[in-house]
């Protein structure tokens, strides 16, 4: 089609109740073309010939030549037009039906009116017009028709005399015209219906698939949809984030040969439909199986999910109830520790008080303020709000975070470095979570991170399309051995922490379908990465 051309085409201008596809409709020209370009050529070889037959044995051999030679050259030149599009649709087939009409009207009184037969043609041109336009335009172009054959014997009257036979013939055709071009609308309009419908459930089909397939590549949960061969024919988008792939695989054995032999285990043994198995650089990944069977052919689908996001939903089950008991017991202890407390003050206040005894009471403070600290952040936890996620721009709000954040620790005000992408990143996240998140990461960066040996460098930056923050210090870093419980709650090595900094971080994280890990940098600085929702990508959970 050209540039301006609709997807639908409303040929006769007399009326739109018919329409059909643009493509079909120019297809159909064509054929009708190629079929009055036959036409046209054998009217022209009937001249060369020499043939002594009856259709050239007329009275006007002259005007047949000139109207076959006329309408060879015209159908010529409609090729040209229709094929290079050159010409609007509805005036090219409108002018092809006319010329037909005409032109075979001369052809038939060059031949001998209407008794030679060639009155037949213009049904063809008829039938075709009810096809290519529609509408009123049809019965008009049999109308056209009909008082063309019987101006011809009007005239031939004129010249040879009265012929009443000749009349019956004429209107006999002329009723075969009408009866043809309402066949052939009715045909078309049939046709078109038909046509409208297989396109609606077609453009059905289409929007179902595409909402499939932007299900699929937005699940968390990894697909892999292989065939009896193991050759991968889909994957999403969180497979390849699982499984730490650059790019889809061909083959199963490209995500884990483990992975292939344990498929074609299940394969013999369908009761083993699930295994869970290591992933480079990745936690433990558990896989399950399943058939999908066609008419044709049997495909294999296989589920990936993150053993330790499974583990968290069921720890985030067991500490929920824990939160609710841990309140209510935090209530129960502020009380008394508000007397001790107040207690161990006015102890204080003594002035004959000797120095053992201060010191102990000194330590009664200490130790009330410590445990009262705790019984906030267990309140604080226990309290946790539902989340308000919000469309972020990580870059300026980074720059506004830093500065609010060393704007009250103003001693280490050079002790940071900001690095961005960049490209902008947009993440999907409750603003305030992030705040509290990022303050924990950089304050103990500040406590345990040796800010003093370097800048502590605060980065973001995108992979697999996820957005990434990460907090780098210069510390030694966490043993292996404590690595393992580095955020459950109440776990610290230092003899002043609660233990429940990193917890909460990971639970806020959680609360945001984030992700809070730690692992070694380069020279074994420690580093905190917290991996975000692309809120450029909604993410679907199951």
């Not at 059905?204 to 968390?220: A, F, K, S």
């Not at 403070?365 to 604080?380: A, C, F, G, H, P």
Request: charged share 15%; glycine share 4%; aromatic share 10%.
């Amino acid at each position: 089609m050209t540039k301006n051309s609709p997807d639908r085409l409303y040929p006769c201008p007399f009326s739109k109740a018919y329409s059909i596809p643009a493509q079909q409709a120019w297809t159909l020209l064509k054929v009708f073309l190629i079929y009055r370009l036959v036409l046209a050529t054998l009217f022209i070889l009937l001249i060369y010939q020499r043939i002594d037959s009856s259709l050239l044995s007329g009275y006007y051999n002259e005007l047949y030549i000139y109207s076959s030679q006329s309408y060879w050259l015209l159908t010529i030149i409609s090729v040209v037009c229709v094929f290079w599009r050159l010409t609007p649709y509805t005036v090219q087939a409108q002018l092809l039906i006319f010329t037909d009409i005409i032109l075979l009207t001369l052809l038939m009184h060059a031949c001998g009116g209407i008794k030679c037969g060639l009155g037949i043609l213009i049904t063809v041109s008829i039938a075709s017009g009810g096809l290519l336009i529609g509408g009123v335009c049809s019965v008009l172009f049999a109308a056209i028709a009909s008082l063309s054959i019987l101006a011809e014997r009007i005239f031939t009257d004129q010249l040879h005399g009265f012929d009443p036979s000749s009349y019956t013939y004429t209107g006999m055709l002329g009723a075969a015209y009408f009866t043809i071009a309402l066949l052939s609308y009715v045909l078309a309009k049939h046709s078109e219906d038909s046509m409208q419908l297989a396109d609606q459930q077609q453009k059905t089909i289409v929007n179902l698939e595409y909402l499939n397939q932007y299900i699929i590549q937005n699940l968390q949960s990894g697909i892999i949809i292989i065939d009896q061969e193991q050759s991968v024919l889909m994957v999403n988008e969180a497979t390849l984030r699982l499984a730490n792939l650059d790019k889809s695989p061909n083959h199963l054995s490209d995500v884990s040969p483990q992975l292939s032999r344990a498929f074609s285990t299940w394969l013999n043994e369908p009761e083993a439909d699930t295994v869970s198995l290591p992933i480079t650089n990745q936690s433990e990944i558990r896989f399950r199986f399943m058939l999908l069977s066609t008419h044709y052919d049997n495909f294999y689908m296989i589920i990936l999910e993150d053993i330790a996001l499974y583990n968290q939903r069921v720890q985030q089950g067991k500490l929920a109830s824990l939160g609710r008991l841990t309140a209510s017991i935090a209530h129960e202890i502020r009380n008394p520790l508000a007397a001790v407390s107040h207690a161990g003050q006015l102890l204080a206040e003594s002035v004959d008080m000797p120095p053992g005894d201060r010191r102990l009471t000194n330590i009664i403070q200490t130790q009330s303020n410590r445990i009262n600290v705790i019984i906030e952040d267990i309140l604080r936890v226990s309290k946790r709000h539902d989340s308000k996620r919000k469309r972020l721009e990580l870059t300026s709000w980074l720059d506004n975070y830093l500065k609010s954040f060393l704007s009250h620790h103003q001693h280490y005000a050079h002790s940071f470095e900001l690095v961005h992408n960049q490209t902008p990143l947009y993440a999907f996240i409750d603003p305030n979570h992030l705040r509290q998140i990022l303050n924990n990461l950089c304050e103990n960066a500040l406590k345990y991170g040796k800010p003093e040996l370097g800048h502590i460098l605060v980065q973001s930056f995108i992979f697999q399309e996820l957005p990434y923050i990460e907090v780098i210090d210069n510390g030694t870093g966490i043993s292996h051995q404590h690595l393992k419980n580095l955020f459950e709650p109440f776990f610290t090595t230092s003899p002043n922490g609660t233990g429940l900094g990193l917890y909460i971080s990971k639970e806020l994280a959680e609360l945001n379908q984030a992700k809070l890990s730690y692992y070694l940098a380069d020279n074994n600085r420690g580093c905190f990465r917290l991996c975000m929702l692309n809120a450029e990508k909604n993410l679907i959970e199951i």
